[in-house]
Structure formats: C-alpha cells, structure tokens
C-alpha cells in the first residue's frame, strides 16, 4: 500500500481528529511574545501569509518542509503533491500562530527539522533537502513509527508523527485533497437516505 492511500484510510476512520526552538527565523519572536489571542478576524477578509503574525520558517526551513512533505504526499496521476497545494503554507502559519498548542508545535517541527539535516550531514555528508530520494526515504523510514523507534530516535519519530499530521491535514483539506477524498460535502442534495443498511447493522444499529 502507498503512502497516500495509507493516509486516506487513517483520515477516513478519523473524521472527528482536531487539527489538533532552534533555526527560527528572528520574526518568529514577536509572535511567542503575543499576549492573549486578538482580535478575531474578519472572515470575509483576504488575509496574506505573515499578517495575522509573523511566520516562522526560514528559506531553508521551506525547503526542508517542502522535501518532506512530498514525501510524504507526493504528486500521483490523480493529484498533486502536498507542496503545490499549499501545505507548506498552511504549516508554516501553524508553526507561527502565538497560541499554546501551536507554540509546542513550533519547537517541535524546528528540532525535528535541525535534528534531520545535522543526521543527514553524519550519515551522508549532506543537508536532508540534498539527499537523493532513496536515501531520504530511508532516513524516513528510521522515524516513521513512534511505536518501533528505539529511545535515541523517539523525539525525531515525535517529529515525523506530527509533520505527517500537519501535511496530511493540509493536504485534505485543500479542494484537491478532498477531491482526491471523494468528498461530497458542502453539496446541497435533492433527497438524503440516510446511512446505508450494511452500515447500521455492521455498528449495530440497526
């Protein structure tokens, strides 16, 4: 099974799942010394990347965080790859937002990133982003399950878990994601049927 495949499986049996340093960019202070939440935002507004505060990840980081995703979720014959969506975008916004949850992300993702290029440069001489595809599959394969990584790697496997989620999220999210999703909410319908009986009877509700 692909990977894409694997995390549309994992994002179908979890529809209700919450979208739940070092080498950040100076701009990144001013939003861990936000206070409190704001003002709430004009949704009809059209709010540019760096607006609402400013973001996080470095020229190098982008690059790093576009690698990875599209590895993650790379470009198949029926949609596009994660960064030509805009997740690297959507991850770099939420890396940036000066809100509890989002600050421990940020320190997260940031070692994670400093942890894969100082563990490229040991292993192979070069940055993450550098590596050819077969070697920085491997390196993702060494941190893929938090279940399986072995105490040296359990921060790094801490990382790759919440990127995946981050991107997946992005990703699915995105008018291509849901496309690539088959999901046909938001859709008015000219009659509704409700659940199909195998379904009832199979969580035993019927």
Known sequence: MDRRTTIKWVLAASATWPLAGKGAAPAADSALAARGYGNDPDLLAAYHPGELWPLTLTAAQRRLATTLADIIIPADEHSPSASAVGVVEFIDEWVSAPYPAH???????LDGFAWLDAESARR???????????LQHR?????????RAGAPLR??????SLFRDLTAGGFYSSPAGRKDL???????????????SALLKALGLE
């Open 103 to 109: 600050r421990k992300d940020r320190d997260v993702v």
């Open 124 to 134: 192979f001489g070069k940055e993450f982003s550098d590596l050819d595809a077969a």
């Open 139 to 147: 390196m993702c394969d060494d941190i893929c399950d938090e279940s």
């Open 155 to 160: 921060a790094a496997a801490h990382f790759f």
């Open 182 to 196: 088959n999901y046909i909410g938001n859709v008015p319908l000219a009659r509704f049927d409700g659940p199909p």
